[in-house]
Structures are given as structure tokens and as C-alpha cells.
């Protein structure tokens, strides 16, 4: 039996075409739901507010998308934008931008402008009030650290928040609130350091009394002896 033999740009246009013709498998997503559920399955039907699941059994279950984390509906509907859908990324970037999720909604801001840069200015406003929000809720959620007493935590916070927005209008109330949750740390170790000293020297002055309880217990039995 001979081989065929084809030049190799023919070869490439073979393989290629061969690729094309292959079955592929159906990508299976992970659904979270605010409940706390999760679910895992193959997203068959998407609408403005629902989405059906179809389970690895074949069992199909429909969802709210009201039910699900933000992130969540978040990442399907990015699986299923066009690079070029200018506003379909524009109206995705809004609803991170209210549901508080961030990092996903300047990407997709980006997005728009890069699938319509005539939309550049107006791109740049929601990047700068998802900015100012998220810079708010970093210092709020460090403030509440402060406040409840987790000193290293809330410091890590203020220190996030200072090194990815340094020219926010809160930086000068995260430095201040920075070094107040310093101090306290500082004064929290120093108290524990202090405790634990003192129980150091508890232990040792009963450890001295035991060994000279000892000692005397041996000398008057010493003295019985003589």
C-alpha cells in the first residue's frame, strides 16, 4: 500500500480542515448561587433573567439569575460576548459596576472602548466612579476592622487600598487610619508580650519554691537520719 504524499502547505490545509470537522465537547460552567449552592453543568438556554443548566445526567434545571452571585452570572455572560460587541460589553461593565464587583467591570469598560474607541470619555467616567467606589468600600471595610479590634487585619486593608488608589481623595484618611491601627497593634503586642512575661516569671518563681520545698524536705529527713 503507498502513501500519500502532499506538499505540506496542502498538509497544514488538511490538518486544519480535519480540526474543523472534530467534535467538541460541551463546556461545563459552575454555577454559585447567593444561597451558597453550586452547580455544575452545561448552560443550554440564557435569557435576560434566567438561565437553564443541563446537569452531566441530562437533567435540565432552570434559574433565576437573580439567585445566583453577581460573579457568577457575571462570568457566563462574559463566556458569550463577542470581542467586537462594543455594548453588550458596555451593558455587562454596568452591571459589575452595581453589583460592586470591580475588577470585572473595568475590564469590561475596557472592553467597550477597545470594540468602539468612540466611546473612550465616556468609558473613562465609569472607570473613575468604579474607582471612587471601590476606593470607598476598601476604607470602610478596613474602618470596620479598626473598629472591631482586628488591628492587623484592618492595617492590611488601609495598605491595599493606599498602594492600588494613591491618588484617591482617601488617602490621607487611610494614612491617619493606618497609623492608628499601628499603634494599637504596637500597644496590643506589647500587652501580650508583657502577659506572657509575667507568666514566664509565675512559672519560674513556682518552679524555684518547688525545688526549695524539695531541697528542705531532703535536709529534714537528713536531720531525722542523724
Known amino acids: ?36 449552592s453550586v452547580f455544575e453543568g452545561e448552560v443550554t438556554d440564557l435569557t435576560a433573567e434566567s438561565l437553564t443548566l443541563t446537569l452531566s445526567d441530562g ?13 457568577s452570572v457575571y462570568r457566563i455572560r462574559a463566556h458569550r460576548l463577542a470581542k467586537n460587541d462594543a455594548q453588550g460589553h458596555w ?7 452595581e453589583q460592586k464587583i470591580y475588577g470585572p467591570a473595568r475590564n469590561e469598560f475596557l472592553a467597550a472602548a477597545a470594540a468602539d474607541p468612540k466611546r473612550q470619555a465616556e468609558v473613562d ?6 474607582a471612587a467606589a471601590e476606593a470607598q468600600m476598601m476604607f470602610d471595610g478596613a474602618k470596620a476592622l479598626l473598629d472591631a479590634g482586628e488591628y492587623g487585619n484592618a492595617l492590611k486593608g488601609f495598605q ?34 508583657q502577659a506572657l512575661e509575667l507568666v514566664g516569671q509565675k512559672a519560674y518563681a513556682a518552679q524555684q519554691a518547688q525545688g526549695e520545698a524539695g531541697l528542705k524536705a531532703k535536709f529534714d529527713a537528713a536531720l531525722k537520719d542523724i
Not at 437533567?59 to 460573579?71: C, E, K, S
Open 91 to 97: 451593558d455587562l461593565a454596568t452591571y459589575c459596576l
Open 1 to 36: 500500500i503507498s502513501k500519500l504524499h502532499l506538499p505540506r502547505p496542502h498538509a497544514i490545509a488538511l490538518g486544519l480542515f480535519a480540526i474543523c470537522l472534530a467534535p467538541t465537547a460541551s463546556a461545563t460552567e459552575i454555577v454559585e448561587f447567593r444561597s451558597g
Open 59 to 71: 437533567a435540565t434545571m432552570t434559574f433565576a439569575l437573580r439567585d445566583l452571585t453577581p460573579f
Open 160 to 193: 491595599m487600598l493606599l498602594a492600588k488608589y494613591p491618588k484617591s481623595p482617601l488617602v490621607a484618611a487611610a494614612q491617619k487610619a493606618s497609623a492608628d491601627a499601628t499603634a494599637a497593634l504596637k500597644a496590643e503586642n506589647d500587652k501580650k508580650a
Open 125 to 130: 467616567a465609569k472607570l473613575a466612579e468604579g
